[in-house]
């Protein structure tokens, strides 16, 4: 059952519930994503018209997790013996984003939940508010404990913190942990560039062995900026790895 919590003057501005998710709607519109500086990675600058899109307030808790494992629809761990780091959130602080989680637990989950991963082009808008020039969600600041879940000289988290813990670091649209927390995957193989890529906001196709994640973890020295990009292989897991969902509206 769908429940519609706010009513707005756009419907695609709408926010509501399902499977336990909240998910916040975002009017579609083009925007610059990437950028002609900095790593080779975010460039060229290009184009991207990105439709009307619910995204999920939070990276994927172990509580909404839970839900699917017990519809059988999702595996509890990333290993079939079960084993993984102990810093691995399943069965703890419900919470907490689902960590150590492959690309294939992330999709099944999404799949389970009537959505999909967010393309790189749909996570980028959402995380710079509709595709404004925000170095990180929140603007311009350089981050701080207040503002995101990371590794600084203030803050060293020895874990991910429950979803939201960091509010002031939070999107326009109210999206949490877009920087900091958990490392997301989103929908895209990984390309070195953004040659030759979608433009109506889709995600790459299958092109080589590497998976694209955004939005910085924890525990790692990859910044946390709107338009950092990195990768792993789908099958990697570990302790800093989470996922939130998306969903084309009609």
Same mark, same amino acid.
């Given at each position: 059952?769908?429940?519609?919590?706010?009513?707005?003057?756009?419907?695609?501005?709408?926010?509501?519930?399902?499977?336990?998710?909240?998910?916040?709607?975002?009017?579609?519109?083009?925007?610059?994503?990437?950028?002609?500086?900095?790593?080779?990675?975010?460039?060229?600058?290009?184009?991207?018209?990105?439709?009307?899109?619910?995204?999920?307030?939070?990276?994927?808790?172990?509580?909404?997790?839970?839900?699917?494992? =017990?519809?059988? #629809?999702?595996?509890?761990? !990333?290993? $079939? /013996?079960?084993?993984? +780091?102990?810093?691995?959130? %399943?069965?703890?602080?419900?919470?907490?984003?689902?960590?150590?989680?492959? =690309?294939?637990? #992330?999709?099944?989950?999404? !799949?389970? $939940? /009537?959505?999909?991963? +967010?393309?790189?082009?749909? %996570?980028?808008?959402?995380?710079?508010?509709?595709?404004?020039?925000?170095? =990180?969600?929140?603007?311009?600041?350089?981050?701080?404990?207040?503002?995101?879940?990371?590794?600084?000289?203030?803050?060293?988290?020895?874990?991910?913190?429950?979803?939201?813990?960091?509010?002031?670091?939070?999107?326009?649209?109210?999206?949490?942990?877009?920087?900091?927390?958990?490392?997301?995957?989103?929908?895209?193989?990984?390309?070195?560039?953004?040659?030759?890529?979608?433009?109506?906001?889709?995600?790459?196709?299958?092109?080589?062995?590497?998976?694209?994640?955004?939005?910085?973890?924890?525990?790692?020295?990859?910044?946390?900026?709107?338009?950092?990009?990195?990768?792993?292989?789908?099958?990697?897991?570990?302790?800093?790895?989470?996922?939130?969902?998306?969903?084309?509206?009609?």
């Amino acid at each position: 059952m769908l429940i519609w919590l706010l009513a707005c003057s756009k419907p695609c501005e709408g926010t509501l519930e399902d499977h336990g998710i909240t998910w916040v709607g975002h009017c579609g519109a083009a925007y610059v994503m990437g950028a002609d500086t900095g790593p080779e990675s975010q460039q060229p600058a290009h184009g991207v018209d990105v439709p009307d899109v619910y995204i999920a307030k939070t990276e994927t808790t172990v509580d909404q997790y839970a839900r699917c494992v =017990y519809d059988g #629809a999702c595996r509890a761990t !990333a290993n $079939a /013996d079960g084993s993984g +780091p102990d810093a691995c959130t %399943w069965g703890k602080d419900p919470s907490l984003p689902m960590t150590c989680v492959d =690309y294939e637990m #992330a999709t099944d989950f999404c !799949a389970w $939940a /009537d959505a999909k991963l +967010p393309s790189e082009a749909e %996570w980028e808008f959402a995380a710079r508010s509709r595709g404004e020039a925000r170095i =990180y969600p929140w603007g311009e600041a350089e981050p701080t404990c207040e503002l995101a879940a990371i590794n600084t000289d203030d803050c060293m988290p020895e874990g991910v913190l429950a979803v939201c813990s960091t509010p002031a670091g939070n999107t326009e649209r109210g999206l949490c942990d877009m920087s900091g927390n958990a490392f997301e995957w989103v929908a895209d193989y990984y390309k070195p560039t953004y040659e030759n890529t979608p433009v109506k906001g889709g995600p790459v196709k299958k092109e080589g062995e590497f998976n694209s994640m955004r939005g910085g973890g924890y525990n790692s020295e990859v910044p946390v900026k709107t338009r950092t990009r990195t990768f792993h292989p789908r099958d990697f897991f570990y302790s800093g790895m989470g996922f939130r969902c998306a969903r084309r509206m009609p």
